[in-house]
């Protein structure tokens, strides 16, 4: 899904010249003044509506063991990686969890993770909370070297959950997170998790 979005907004892009864009440190200035900087230099090179639903900037905080000074930067993701203070809140938030871990060789991980179909709550560096609702998830079954796609998303003109598997689409008649128990033994499942921003309108 990152490839598609990347890949739509390369193409849907109305910046068609990209112009040089030296980048500057913080200097102990405040976060806001920063960020929006940062925020205003990437949209110069980066306006399409993708950056425009699914973009938002994370903060890095690096300090040097020696000398303790601290240098700030801020950086534009199209996906959330956790933990990071996140400074602007982006009208659709992307989830992928993390499924696989590595010890000896891959596994995939298979334990319940469950999930809230509304009132996600997500704070940013300014304390400003904003409320996400579970609007599609994208499944994965089998291992790492292959399986199958299925996705759930929700029909906001009747407000009901529906199942799509390839070529065939079907109202979904219970939760979209589902337990381990319902699947296969044979079969695991990984979830990406997409959330609308109820905050700011649909």
């Known amino acids: 899904m990152v490839f598609l979005l990347d890949f739509l907004h390369e193409d849907l892009n109305r910046v068609q ?11 102990g200035r405040p976060d806001e003044k920063v960020a929006k900087e940062a925020w205003d230099r990437y949209k110069k090179r980066n306006d399409s509506f ?24 801020f950086d534009p993701f199209a996906s959330l990686s956790l933990p ?9 938030l992307v989830i992928h969890l993390k499924r ?7 596994n995939k ?5 469950d999930c809230p179909l509304e009132g996600l709550k997500i704070r ?17 079954m089998g291992g790492l070297g292959g399986g199958h796609y299925t996705a759930y998303a929700k029909n906001r003109d009747d ?3 529906y199942n799509f598997d390839d070529s065939f ?5 219970r939760s979209p997170i589902v337990r381990p128990s319902h699947f296969d033994a044979c079969c695991s499942v990984e979830w990406k998790c997409i959330f609308n921003n109820s905050t700011v309108g649909p």
């Open 17 to 27: 010249e990209k112009p040089y864009i030296e980048l500057e440190d913080s200097d």
């Open 50 to 73: 993708i950056v425009d639903l699914f973009h938002g900037m994370l903060k890095s905080t690096v300090v040097c063991p020696e000398c303790n000074y601290t240098s700030v930067t």
């Open 84 to 92: 990071l203070d996140v400074v602007l809140t982006n009208a659709i």
């Open 100 to 106: 696989f871990r590595t010890m000896f060789r891959i």
């Open 109 to 113: 991980i298979n334990e319940f993770v």
């Open 124 to 140: 940013n560096s300014r304390n400003q909370e904003h409320i996400y609702d579970l609007v599609a998830v994208s499944n994965h």
């Open 159 to 161: 407000n009901r959950w």
């Open 169 to 173: 689409t079907c109202h979904l008649s």
